[in-house]
């Protein structure tokens, strides 16, 4: 009886072992983080980072959704102009908010407060499994974003200040 319980519990291990490496969103083996607290590695394997002046390249093209992942209140005293407001600590119900804003497709970069702040990872975490798989975190959120002298905008849906060229724009930090 023991014995058949142990090679029950081994096939049991080595099919999930299998299952695990074919799976898209497979756990690595072995587990571990990497870079930040609760973030597996199989999240920073899928995720892209970039940096503020990349990251405006890809604003001024038009071929990226931003996601601003900050507070509400945050987000409404100053954000990326065209940015989605999907804060990590409300996105179960700021998700299906704004999911229609969020096509599967879309490449989605998101920020939060500064070189210091997870939530950018934490949100693409959440997002992964949704089906969402060209996903990008700024590295220094809005924080370098502004340093960089890239404008900001502020309101609810923000305003029409133009970003680049210094500008900070209305409620800029």
């Not at 990349?54 to 005293?77: C, I, T």
Request: include cysteine; aromatic fraction near 8%.
């Amino acid at each position: 009886m023991l014995l058949r319980s142990a090679a029950i519990v081994l096939v049991g291990c080595g099919l999930a072992l299998v299952a695990n490496a074919f799976h898209p969103m497979g756990l690595p083996i072995p587990l571990g983080e990497v870079e930040g607290p609760g973030i597996p590695r199989w999240v920073w394997h899928r995720v892209r980072t970039v940096y503020p002046n990349e990251a405006h390249a890809l604003w001024e093209k038009r071929s990226v959704v931003f996601v601003d992942v900050r507070d509400r209140k945050d987000y409404v005293e100053s954000h990326i102009p065209r940015a989605i407001s999907l804060p990590y600590r409300e996105f179960t119900t700021a998700y299906p908010e704004v999911r229609g804003r969020l096509p599967q497709g879309a490449a989605i970069l998101m920020y939060c407060y500064g070189s210091h702040c997870g939530l950018g990872m934490r949100v693409a975490k959440l997002l992964l499994p949704r089906g969402y798989s060209d996903l990008i975190v700024m590295r220094g959120g809005i924080a370098e974003w502004e340093a960089a002298g890239y404008g900001t905008t502020a309101g609810p849906r923000g305003s029409t200040v133009p970003v680049g060229g210094g500008s900070r724009g209305g409620g800029g930090r």
